[in-house]
Structures are given as structure tokens and as C-alpha cells.
């Protein structure tokens, strides 16, 4: 990998772990200093030391209103400027809905949704004012497939789907790219939901993707010329569907 992100500054929410660990490592080797965001703070002063003095290690709790409304001035007071936002946090409930938690339903909604309409909403003035900016929101293959097994969580992927297309109309004129990466099941904490059986063929089965593999997406994306933007990647393993 070159050198593509030279120069930039992202910021990578759900950074310790998954898919947000990848693509902030792929942002690094491609030359990015990158804000890790995370509320495990042991974690991410592990990756500060792995990593050096390109990492900056943001702990805060992306639910607690206060704390995520100060990403932007912390992140500007930390690197001093915000080139990418790779909005990746989230969480998964999964199962029939009439044997769901309530409150893990409340708390899935917040983070995969709203934290992720309150993180674009408060970078977007700086990105607008700097006439350039990259966004990329993590959803799924559940945001285009009504996956029968999950319906909460592809309801918050579905909107987030909608967010994504809908504010990039808004904001390309002000050199502003938005997109998403909706990958199938990827490796993660994110499957511990699964029920054991189906994940046990999945495995099985070769149908599950690394972080790694959707952090090369990711990478593809940013490097692409101004010109385009690569609004959806929908990525999926070639054995999903057996």
C-alpha cells in the first residue's frame, strides 16, 4: 500500500475492535494519522504504543449526549484538523422481536443511528468551511436485504441506508463525499448474538468476511479521484448464499 492518505487526519469511531481496528490500521499504513475513538480505554492505549505518535487515542462514550457531542473539539484540539470520519460504531440485536430487550433495542437504535446522525451533523460545519471531507458510514448487508433473523438491526441499517444517500445530495456541492460500506457478516464481536448453530455454519461454510477485507474497502473508497464518489459498496463472501 502507498502512501494514498498522506496529510489527512480521520477519525474512526468503534475503533478497538472489528472493523473500525481495520480500517484505522489500513488508514495508517496508507499514511493518515488517525483519531481512535472508543470508550475502552486500555484498549486504545495499547494501540497508541503499537502505533506511535499517528494515533491519538479519543476515549468517549458515544451514548452519553455530552461526551459525543465533544468529538469535534477534542479531535481539533488533538490533530488539529479532520479530514475523514469513518462512523463505525454500532451494536447488534438479533433474534425474534418478541423475545427482544427493550432497552437493548433503545440503546442499539441510539448508537447505530442517532450516534451516527449527531457525529456527521457535528463535523460537517468544519468539513463545509475547509470545502473538502470524506465520510464513510459503516451499515450492512441487512440495510438491503430484510433479513428475517434480525429485524431491529436491519431497521436501523435501512435508516442509516436512507441517511447516507440523502445527505450526500446535500453536501457534495461543498467537496463533501458520504458513503457506506454494507458488508455481510464480518468476524467480529457482532456475531457473539448469533445463535450458536448458525454461526457454526457460517464458519463452516466460508461465508464470513475478515475486518481486514472490509478495511481494503474502505481504503479503495477514500483513494478514489475527487471526481467520484463511491456512494454504496455492498461486499458479501462469495459463499454467503449457500
Same mark, same amino acid.
Given at each position: 500500500?502507498?502512501?494514498?492518505?498522506?496529510?489527512?487526519?480521520?477519525?474512526?469511531?468503534?475503533?478497538?475492535?472489528?472493523?473500525?481496528?481495520?480500517?484505522?490500521?489500513? /488508514?495508517?499504513?496508507?499514511?493518515?494519522?488517525?483519531?481512535? @475513538?472508543?470508550?475502552?480505554?486500555?484498549?486504545?492505549?495499547?494501540?497508541?504504543? $503499537?502505533?506511535?505518535?499517528? !494515533?491519538?487515542?479519543? !476515549?468517549?462514550?458515544?451514548?452519553?449526549?455530552?461526551?459525543?457531542?465533544?468529538?469535534? %473539539?477534542?479531535?481539533?484540539? /488533538?490533530?488539529?484538523?479532520?479530514?475523514?470520519?469513518?462512523?463505525?460504531?454500532?451494536?447488534?440485536?438479533?433474534?425474534?422481536?418478541?423475545?427482544?430487550?427493550?432497552?437493548?433495542?433503545?440503546?442499539?437504535?441510539?448508537?447505530?443511528?442517532?450516534? @451516527?446522525? *449527531?457525529?456527521?451533523?457535528?463535523?460537517?460545519?468544519?468539513? #463545509?468551511?475547509?470545502?473538502?471531507?470524506? #465520510?464513510? !458510514?459503516?451499515?450492512?448487508?441487512?440495510?438491503?436485504?430484510?433479513?428475517?433473523?434480525?429485524?431491529?438491526?436491519?431497521?436501523? *441499517?435501512?435508516?442509516?441506508?436512507?441517511? @447516507?444517500?440523502?445527505?450526500?445530495?446535500?453536501?457534495? $456541492?461543498?467537496?463533501?463525499?458520504?458513503?457506506?460500506?454494507? %458488508?455481510?457478516?464480518?468476524?467480529?464481536?457482532?456475531?457473539?448474538?448469533?445463535?450458536?448453530?448458525?454461526? $457454526?455454519?457460517?464458519?463452516?461454510?466460508?461465508?464470513?468476511?475478515?475486518?481486514?477485507?472490509?478495511?481494503?474497502?474502505? #481504503?479503495?473508497?477514500?483513494?478514489?479521484?475527487?471526481? /467520484?464518489?463511491?456512494?454504496?459498496?455492498?461486499?458479501?463472501?462469495?459463499?454467503?448464499?449457500?
Amino acid at each position: 500500500m502507498g502512501m494514498e492518505l498522506d496529510g489527512k487526519v480521520a477519525v474512526v469511531t468503534g475503533a478497538a475492535s472489528g472493523i473500525g481496528l481495520a480500517s484505522a490500521e489500513a /488508514m495508517l499504513a496508507a499514511g493518515a494519522r488517525v483519531v481512535m @475513538v472508543d470508550r475502552d480505554e486500555a484498549a486504545l492505549k495499547a494501540l497508541r504504543a $503499537k502505533h506511535g505518535d499517528a !494515533v491519538f487515542a479519543l !476515549v468517549i462514550d458515544l451514548l452519553d449526549p455530552q461526551d459525543c457531542a465533544g468529538l469535534l %473539539p477534542r479531535v481539533l484540539e /488533538m490533530a488539529g484538523q479532520l479530514d475523514i470520519l469513518h462512523a463505525n460504531a454500532g451494536t447488534y440485536v438479533g433474534g425474534d422481536l418478541v423475545d427482544a430487550d427493550t432497552v437493548a433495542i433503545d440503546r442499539m437504535l441510539n448508537l447505530n443511528v442517532n450516534v @451516527v446522525m *449527531k457525529n456527521v451533523h457535528d463535523v460537517l460545519p468544519h468539513m #463545509i468551511e475547509r470545502g473538502t471531507g470524506d #465520510i464513510i !458510514v459503516t451499515s450492512s448487508l441487512a440495510a438491503h436485504f430484510p433479513t428475517p433473523w434480525e429485524p431491529v438491526y436491519a431497521s436501523s *441499517k435501512w435508516a442509516i441506508n436512507c441517511f @447516507v444517500q440523502t445527505v450526500r445530495r446535500q453536501v457534495f $456541492k461543498h467537496g463533501i463525499r458520504v458513503g457506506s460500506i454494507s %458488508p455481510g457478516p464480518v468476524i467480529s464481536a457482532l456475531l457473539a448474538d448469533w445463535p450458536a448453530e448458525k454461526l $457454526k455454519d457460517a464458519r463452516e461454510s466460508g461465508s464470513l468476511l475478515e475486518a481486514r477485507e472490509v478495511a481494503d474497502v474502505v #481504503i479503495f473508497m477514500l483513494t478514489r479521484p475527487r471526481g /467520484m464518489t463511491i456512494r454504496d459498496v455492498v461486499m458479501l463472501p462469495t459463499n454467503f448464499d449457500l
